[in-house]
């Protein structure tokens, strides 16, 4: 659907919600790779950032596509509400597409401008919600062959069981369970991966 309105050639606004590892973020930032093939300008902005100002969103509608990462992080924020309000505005004018994520439905969200909160609403909204566990046992295991190493169901379900469960952190463990096997010259098994949490936690003591 992301792709489509890339493709379409018109404006448009997607409005992606769902719960922090719900991959939001990830699905913007690949947004954005897929529109700056060819040379085209992407904007991508999170709001979240607080070293932001709202002035910063001027003159960035024409753009072949803009993203704007945890929106809700703004609400209740009447400067940057208004500039995002008018940023939505002249692109829609520009014809140019918006995806937009945030942590809540666009309804749900404290806004103080009304007229905001109705556009984005307006749009095509998607709940994105969090992986069950074999999906994120599948996510584990692509992520592992995209690094040039097989992570088997058994390893899989240990590191599912033992970590917390968001993708976040699952990722960044899986990296450093690749760097250390490398470095050890060890494979990737259970005992390994638990000899590497419990050297954490003996850190962490």
Not at 8 to 25: D, P
Not at 110 to 115: I, Q, V, Y
Not at 118 to 128: E, I, M, P, Q, Y
Not at 170 to 181: A, I, K, M, Q
């Amino acid at each position: 659907m992301l792709r489509d309105l890339l493709d379409a050639g018109r404006g448009g606004l997607v409005y992606l919600w769902g719960a922090q590892g719900t991959g939001k973020s990830h699905l913007l930032e690949a947004c954005c790779g897929d529109a700056s093939l060819g040379g085209r300008r992407v904007v991508y902005v999170p709001l979240g950032d607080a070293h932001l100002e709202p002035a910063m969103l001027n003159g960035l509608a024409e753009t072949a596509l803009l993203c704007i990462d945890d929106a809700d992080r703004i609400a209740g924020n009447r400067e940057w509400e208004e500039a995002l309000f008018h940023l939505y505005n002249e692109a829609e004018l520009a014809s140019s597409p918006m995806v937009v994520a945030a942590s809540v439905a666009p309804k749900r969200a404290p806004w103080r401008l009304a007229d905001l909160a109705s556009r984005l609403a307006a749009g095509v909204v998607w709940r994105l919600r969090p992986l069950d566990d074999g999906a994120r046992r599948r996510a584990l295991q692509v992520h592992a062959a995209g690094r040039g190493f097989t992570l088997s169901d058994e390893v899989a379900s240990y590191v599912l069981k033992h970590l917390r469960r968001d993708m976040g952190s699952l990722f960044t463990f899986l990296d450093r369970l690749d760097h250390s096997s490398l470095a050890a010259q060890r494979r990737i098994t259970v005992p390994f991966v638990k000899e590497l949490l419990d050297a954490a936690d003996e850190r962490r003591r």
